[in-house]
Protein backbone atom coordinates (compact mmCIF):
# COMPACT_ATOMS: atom_id res chain seq x y z
CA UNK A 1 0.00 0.00 0.00
CA UNK A 2 1.62 3.73 -0.81
CA UNK A 3 0.74 6.25 1.00
CA UNK A 4 0.32 10.15 -0.59
CA UNK A 5 3.09 12.36 0.24
CA UNK A 6 1.82 15.94 1.24
CA UNK A 7 4.24 19.14 0.75
CA UNK A 8 3.83 21.80 3.45
CA UNK A 9 2.30 24.19 1.51
CA UNK A 10 -0.41 21.37 0.97
CA UNK A 11 -0.38 20.63 4.89
CA UNK A 12 -0.72 23.93 6.06
CA UNK A 13 -3.51 24.57 3.47
CA UNK A 14 -5.46 21.66 5.24
CA UNK A 15 -4.97 22.98 8.77
CA UNK A 16 -6.28 26.18 7.21
CA UNK A 17 -9.54 24.36 6.31
CA UNK A 18 -9.55 23.10 9.40
CA UNK A 19 -9.79 26.46 11.29
CA UNK A 20 -12.07 27.51 8.71
CA UNK A 21 -14.63 25.14 10.20
CA UNK A 22 -13.65 25.66 13.80
CA UNK A 23 -11.25 23.09 14.59
CA UNK A 24 -10.28 22.23 17.68
CA UNK A 25 -14.13 23.06 18.92
CA UNK A 26 -15.41 21.65 15.88
CA UNK A 27 -14.43 17.78 16.85
CA UNK A 28 -15.83 16.88 13.04
CA UNK A 29 -14.02 19.15 10.87
CA UNK A 30 -11.02 16.59 10.28
CA UNK A 31 -13.66 14.00 9.02
CA UNK A 32 -15.47 16.74 6.57
CA UNK A 33 -12.09 17.37 5.20
CA UNK A 34 -10.92 13.95 4.67
CA UNK A 35 -14.14 12.99 2.84
CA UNK A 36 -13.01 15.53 0.15
CA UNK A 37 -11.02 13.44 -2.95
CA UNK A 38 -7.55 13.44 -2.53
CA UNK A 39 -7.67 14.65 1.61
CA UNK A 40 -5.85 12.68 3.86
CA UNK A 41 -7.81 10.57 6.26
CA UNK A 42 -8.57 12.91 9.49
CA UNK A 43 -6.57 10.44 12.07
CA UNK A 44 -4.00 12.40 9.64
CA UNK A 45 -5.22 15.64 10.16
CA UNK A 46 -5.29 15.35 14.09
CA UNK A 47 -2.07 14.73 14.00
CA UNK A 48 -0.77 17.52 12.08
CA UNK A 49 -3.07 19.92 13.72
CA UNK A 50 -1.05 18.37 17.03
CA UNK A 51 2.50 19.42 15.31
CA UNK A 52 1.30 22.53 14.10
CA UNK A 53 3.64 24.52 15.95
CA UNK A 54 6.68 23.24 13.37
CA UNK A 55 7.64 26.31 12.34
CA UNK A 56 7.72 25.43 8.57
CA UNK A 57 4.02 24.82 8.88
CA UNK A 58 2.74 27.34 10.71
CA UNK A 59 4.45 29.90 8.26
CA UNK A 60 2.89 28.79 5.49
CA UNK A 61 -0.22 29.53 7.57
CA UNK A 62 -0.15 32.83 8.83
CA UNK A 63 1.36 33.69 4.80
CA UNK A 64 -1.76 31.62 3.41
CA UNK A 65 -4.63 33.21 5.41
CA UNK A 66 -4.56 36.73 4.23
CA UNK A 67 -5.00 34.96 0.81
CA UNK A 68 -8.26 33.03 1.85
CA UNK A 69 -9.49 35.78 3.45
CA UNK A 70 -9.27 38.03 0.25
CA UNK A 71 -10.45 35.27 -1.81
CA UNK A 72 -13.44 34.83 0.30
CA UNK A 73 -14.13 38.94 0.69
CA UNK A 74 -14.56 38.79 -2.90
CA UNK A 75 -16.95 35.63 -3.13
CA UNK A 76 -18.93 37.42 -0.61
CA UNK A 77 -19.07 40.49 -2.73
CA UNK A 78 -19.99 38.44 -5.76
CA UNK A 79 -22.58 36.99 -3.91
CA UNK A 80 -24.14 40.30 -2.73
CA UNK A 81 -23.87 41.74 -6.20
CA UNK A 82 -25.84 38.47 -7.29
CA UNK A 83 -28.21 39.18 -4.31
CA UNK A 84 -29.13 42.50 -5.33
CA UNK A 85 -29.66 41.74 -9.17
CA UNK A 86 -32.24 39.19 -7.67
CA UNK A 87 -34.50 41.15 -5.92
CA UNK A 88 -34.46 43.25 -9.07
CA UNK A 89 -35.36 40.09 -10.93
CA UNK A 90 -37.45 38.77 -7.94
CA UNK A 91 -35.84 35.74 -7.80
CA UNK A 92 -35.76 33.26 -4.67
CA UNK A 93 -32.52 34.36 -2.34
CA UNK A 94 -32.60 31.76 -0.27
CA UNK A 95 -29.79 29.78 -1.66
CA UNK A 96 -27.85 33.50 -1.96
CA UNK A 97 -28.70 34.23 1.42
CA UNK A 98 -27.17 31.28 2.84
CA UNK A 99 -24.33 31.32 0.88
CA UNK A 100 -23.57 35.03 1.78
CA UNK A 101 -24.25 33.86 5.69
CA UNK A 102 -21.29 31.03 5.24
CA UNK A 103 -19.00 33.48 3.42
CA UNK A 104 -19.59 36.02 6.39
CA UNK A 105 -19.18 33.70 8.86
CA UNK A 106 -16.35 31.83 7.65
CA UNK A 107 -14.57 35.27 7.08
CA UNK A 108 -15.45 35.50 11.47
CA UNK A 109 -13.69 32.73 11.70
CA UNK A 110 -10.77 33.36 10.10
CA UNK A 111 -10.39 36.68 11.80
CA UNK A 112 -10.59 35.46 14.84
CA UNK A 113 -14.01 37.12 15.74
CA UNK A 114 -16.78 35.10 17.67
CA UNK A 115 -19.26 33.39 14.65
CA UNK A 116 -22.18 33.64 17.22
CA UNK A 117 -23.38 36.25 19.72
CA UNK A 118 -26.04 35.32 22.34
CA UNK A 119 -27.58 36.55 25.32
CA UNK A 120 -29.68 34.24 27.79
CA UNK A 121 -31.40 35.75 30.72
CA UNK A 122 -33.44 33.84 32.66
CA UNK A 123 -36.19 34.74 34.88
CA UNK A 124 -38.09 33.35 38.16
CA UNK A 125 -41.53 34.58 38.90
CA UNK A 126 -42.55 32.77 42.61
CA UNK A 127 -46.23 32.48 43.43
CA UNK A 128 -47.82 31.71 46.62
CA UNK A 129 -45.43 30.04 49.58
CA UNK A 130 -41.82 31.02 49.20
CA UNK A 131 -39.45 27.51 48.55
CA UNK A 132 -36.33 29.31 49.85
CA UNK A 133 -34.89 29.12 53.36
CA UNK A 134 -35.74 31.62 56.24
CA UNK A 135 -32.91 33.75 56.39
CA UNK A 136 -33.23 34.16 52.43
CA UNK A 137 -36.61 35.11 52.28
CA UNK A 138 -36.61 37.61 54.71
CA UNK A 139 -34.07 39.92 52.44
CA UNK A 140 -35.73 42.61 51.16
CA UNK A 141 -34.49 41.54 47.47
CA UNK A 142 -35.35 37.84 47.95
CA UNK A 143 -37.31 38.52 45.03
CA UNK A 144 -34.70 39.56 42.69
CA UNK A 145 -32.47 36.68 43.26
CA UNK A 146 -30.84 35.80 39.80
CA UNK A 147 -30.07 32.31 38.58
Same mark, same amino acid.
Given at each position: ?37 ? !??? @????? +? ?8 ? #? %? /? ?25 ? !??? @????? +? ?8 ? #? %? /? ?41
Amino acid at each position: MSYKRFTDEQQAMFILQMETLGYPENRNAPETIARQKG !APS @GRTLR +RWWKIRHNPD #V %D /KIVQHKKPDLVAALSELLQLHIDAAIE !AVQ @GSEDL +RALDTGIGIL #V %D /KLELLSGNPTERSQQEITVNRVGTSTLPPHLASRTDANNIRA
